[in-house]
């Protein structure tokens, strides 16, 4: 037998995976039974379900992995985890490819759920807690004026039984709830960008 014959397979990917990536090292240990698709409520929405997303990992499928809409597909219902034989993080690694892919530059541009977690950390960094009506405003008019229009009518009735339920409150529109030691959240957020930019040697 030929030594090239015997050269043992090796996956860069994978590899990177596991070190750059949240729970990345679980990757290696799915079956791809596919209980975590079967389980998940958004399954049939899916381009690439869990397993698959890691068995194109472990093929070396980087660009098509990263650039996948998959991972932002999760709701973070938890049910893969829940019901996974080998108790896999599976959550946690979608999340945390979608961020990898993320600070790489390489995700999805106009994937929705991926517009809507900008959107959202967006408005949470500001003061410590979501404005729960720019939040929904930003989402009604990201398309655009006249749209967001249409949308805002088509959400009338939700909305005002929100604000009967006292869970949106038009004067947030000029402020909102804050945390009180809104210096120490600010604080703490730079710190954890500084452990982020430690990271901007990621193994490619």
Same mark, same amino acid.
């Given at each position: 037998?030929?030594?090239?014959? /015997?050269?043992?397979?090796?996956? #860069?990917?994978?590899?990177? /995976?596991?070190?750059?990536?949240?729970?990345?090292?679980?990757?290696?240990?799915?079956?791809?039974?596919? /209980?975590?698709?079967?389980?998940?409520?958004?399954?049939?929405?899916?381009?690439?379900?869990?397993?698959?997303?890691?068995?194109?990992?472990?093929?070396?499928?980087?660009?098509?992995?990263?650039? @996948? #809409?998959?991972?932002?597909?999760?709701?973070?219902?938890?049910?893969?985890?829940?019901?996974?034989?080998? =108790?896999?993080?599976?959550?946690?690694?979608?999340?945390?490819? $979608?961020?990898? $892919?993320?600070?790489?530059?390489?995700?999805?541009?106009?994937?929705?759920?991926?517009?809507?977690?900008?959107?959202?950390?967006?408005?949470?960094?500001?003061?410590?807690?979501?404005?729960?009506?720019?939040?929904?405003?930003?989402?009604?008019? =990201?398309?655009?004026?006249?749209?967001?229009?249409?949308?805002?009518?088509?959400?009338? @009735?939700?909305?005002?039984?929100?604000?009967?339920?006292?869970?949106?409150?038009?004067?947030?529109?000029?402020?909102?709830? $804050?945390?009180?030691?809104? =210096?120490?959240?600010? $604080?703490?957020?730079?710190?954890?960008?500084?452990?982020?930019?430690?990271?901007?040697?990621?193994?490619?």
């Amino acid at each position: 037998m030929s030594e090239q014959a /015997v050269t043992r397979y090796t996956n #860069d990917f994978l590899r990177e /995976v596991e070190k750059n990536v949240e729970e990345g090292h679980w990757v290696k240990m799915c079956m791809q039974c596919g /209980v975590c698709s079967g389980s998940c409520p958004l399954g049939s929405a899916w381009a690439h379900p869990p397993q698959e997303i890691f068995m194109m990992i472990r093929a070396g499928k980087r660009e098509e992995v990263l650039s @996948s #809409d998959s991972m932002w597909m999760c709701t973070s219902c938890y049910n893969c985890i829940v019901r996974c034989p080998r =108790k896999l993080p599976i959550t946690h690694i979608m999340h945390g490819l $979608a961020n990898y $892919a993320h600070r790489l530059g390489l995700a999805p541009k106009n994937q929705p759920t991926r517009q809507f977690a900008k959107m959202f950390w967006d408005n949470l960094v500001q003061k410590g807690r979501v404005n729960e009506l720019k939040l929904s405003l930003g989402l009604y008019f =990201k398309d655009g004026f006249v749209q967001g229009i249409k949308n805002a009518l088509a959400m009338q @009735s939700i909305g005002l039984g929100m604000m009967k339920a006292r869970r949106l409150n038009p004067f947030e529109l000029f402020g909102g709830h $804050a945390c009180k030691d809104q =210096k120490g959240i600010q $604080a703490m957020l730079r710190k954890a960008r500084e452990i982020e930019d430690r990271k901007k040697g990621y193994t490619a």
